[in-house]
């Protein structure tokens, strides 16, 4: 059996505590071995720097890091451990544009090292089998409606708000992670983001794409609503109606009762990046980045009240 690849977080935020450090734990092929945060946060009794740059240049042997800190930032870090030599893991989305990630694919490729764009939402337990079923149907159209509160998500986090922090795209690149991977390639037509009058970044977006037969994908989108959240995507084929509810945990196929499992995106993500690192191979799938910068391109915007936590 292979040494494990040992690892360091970089950015102990929420999601770094709530799901890359069970992850990697239980998965046998990685041994955490240090962590970094500007705050100076630790796990344990392991190494922890206040900069990536720090862990660097110690004693510390690693073969791998994930950056879970904002894409704003996420440039410099990768470019710097990849001229290490370091196997690099990109929380999603994994860079603030695209022109950057297309950089960083490069540098990787000729360091000889792995770079992995996750996409969490593409390991949620309904999506592998409803890419496998729609294989063999034609599609008719598909909606997309995203909806959560904001101020339950991501309280506090202004670089949210900012240029490159997508705004409400930061929860709606995942529903575009699910979409690009289970239905013909589409682009869109029209649409419109409704950005707050003190703010950066859209609160909403109502978008219109297509595919290259004509088949309509509309997206809702809104970081406004209160009481039960909405992560829901339906499919109409021409054999019946597939939905995928809850960000892609539950699954109902035509005529059949909802499939449930398991979380296991983010275990998902880890098994991944180790089969790519081991085998020597990249995988820097932009496709939904792609189509958020095209809403930032294309869709009209619309000046809404502002957004105050």
């Known amino acids: 059996m292979a040494a494990p690849i040992r690892i360091a977080i970089v950015g102990m935020g929420k999601i770094a505590h709530d799901q890359h450090l069970p992850s990697i734990a239980g998965d046998d092929r990685f041994e955490l071995v240090a962590t970094v945060s500007s705050r100076g946060e630790g796990v344990g009794a392991l190494p922890h720097y206040r900069t990536l740059d720090e862990l660097l240049a110690s004693d510390i042997a690693v073969d791998a890091v994930s950056l879970c800190t904002p894409p704003q930032v996420r440039y410099d870090l990768a470019s710097a451990a990849i001229a290490a030599g370091k196997h690099v893991f990109l929380e999603k989305p994994p860079g603030a544009t695209l022109a950057e990630v297309a950089m960083l694919e490069a540098q990787a490729a000729e360091a000889g090292v792995t770079l992995f764009a996750s996409w969490h939402s593409r390991y949620a337990a309904g999506v592998a089998p409803a890419k496998a079923w729609l294989a063999d149907r034609r599609t008719l159209g598909a909606a997309?409606?995203?909806?959560?509160?904001?101020?339950?998500?991501?309280?506090?986090?202004?670089?949210i708000w900012a240029p490159g922090g997508l705004?409400?795209?930061?929860?709606?690149?995942?529903a575009?992670?699910?979409?690009?991977?289970?239905?013909?390639?589409?682009?869109?037509?029209?649409?419109?983001?409704s950005l707050p009058a003190n703010r950066e970044a859209p609160i909403a977006a109502d978008l219109k794409f297509r595919d290259a037969a004509g088949a309509?994908?509309?997206?809702?989108?809104?970081?406004?609503?209160?009481?039960p959240q909405s992560w829901d995507i339906s499919v109409e084929t021409d054999a019946g109606t597939l939905r995928l509810e809850k960000g892609g945990a539950v699954l109902t196929l035509p005529g059949g009762e909802p499939q449930v499992a398991a979380d296991r995106e983010y275990p998902g993500l880890y098994a991944r990046?180790?089969?790519?690192?081991?085998?020597?191979?990249?995988?820097?799938?932009t496709a939904p980045l792609r189509l958020?910068?095209?809403?930032?391109?294309?869709?009209?915007?619309?000046?809404?009240e502002p957004f105050v936590e």
Not at 167 to 174: A, C, L, Q, Y
């Open 167 to 174: 705004g409400v795209f930061d929860p709606g690149i995942n």
């Open 144 to 159: 997309i409606v995203w909806r959560e509160d904001v101020r339950v998500w991501h309280p506090g986090q202004d670089w």
């Open 273 to 285: 990046f180790a089969d790519l690192v081991h085998a020597g191979a990249r995988d820097v799938d």
């Open 292 to 304: 958020v910068a095209d809403a930032f391109l294309r869709a009209h915007r619309k000046s809404v």
């Open 176 to 193: 575009l992670s699910i979409a690009t991977a289970i239905l013909p390639a589409f682009f869109l037509v029209d649409g419109t983001l």
């Open 216 to 227: 309509p994908v509309t997206m809702d989108l809104d970081w406004r609503q209160t009481g």
